[in-house]
């Protein structure tokens, strides 16, 4: 595939990897403190750290089931779906606790984590072949500058308000995956000639 809009969608594709990085970073390295604080549970140490493992198994299949979908169901609309599901699965755990709570993580992560595999269709798919190793590494380099930044950021939301202003955080960066993956969309793919995939 090619993209018919180049410039928009190098600018959704940026969005989409800075906001999903916070995203990916705030909930996952903040996860097992999450669930201790807001689960409401009073679970013991090692049982947060099962039910952490958990929820992060759920992001795992998640990955899995991407590699099937990419093949049957078009990239922008996967795009979409993953996006909206991250903000309101975080919404859900920042609004509730108990089991609603667990369920709301366990749907953000699974479509963060179904992110991840869409990403590297994404720059498989809409790179051109001489472009692309420098796509990939620039996707990277991106991932771990947020990882970086996400790490006082978590710790200045906690002081701030607890575990429900780390979720709103977390919130907020999902709609710019959402942003751009609506950018993403209105940019449009196009079928790329037989010379220009085999070049």
Do not use: W
């Not at 903040?30 to 013991?44: D, H, T, W």
């Not at 952490?52 to 998640?62: C, D, E, H, S, Y």
């Not at 692309?132 to 947020?146: N, P, Q």
């Not at 575990?163 to 793919?189: E, I, K, N, S, T």
């Amino acid at each position: 595939m090619a993209v018919a809009r180049p410039g928009m969608t190098a600018v959704a594709f940026a969005i989409a990897l800075i906001a999903g990085g916070f995203t990916f970073n705030m909930t996952t390295i903040a996860l097992p403190k999450l669930i201790e604080s807001q689960s409401g549970l009073q679970l013991p140490l090692l049982l947060v750290g099962a039910v952490g493992t958990g929820v992060l198994v759920a992001g795992a299949l998640t990955q899995f089931a991407m590699g099937r979908l990419i093949d049957r169901v078009s990239l922008p609309r996967l795009f979409i779906g993953l996006s909206l599901l991250q903000p309101l699965g975080l919404a859900l755990a920042a609004a509730t606790s108990g089991m609603p709570m667990l369920f709301g993580l366990s749907v953000a992560v699974a479509a963060i984590y179904g992110q991840v595999v869409l990403n590297d269709a994404l720059v498989a798919r809409c790179v051109p072949p001489h472009y692309r190793s420098r796509a990939y590494g620039l996707r990277y380099f991106v991932g771990f500058t947020t990882s970086g930044a996400g790490v006082p950021l978590i710790a200045a939301m906690y002081d701030a308000d607890g575990p429900r202003a780390v979720l709103a955080a977390a919130v907020v960066f999902g709609c710019g995956v959402v942003m751009g993956a609506l950018l993403f969309a209105l940019a449009g793919l196009r079928a790329r000639s037989p010379a220009a995939v085999s070049g």
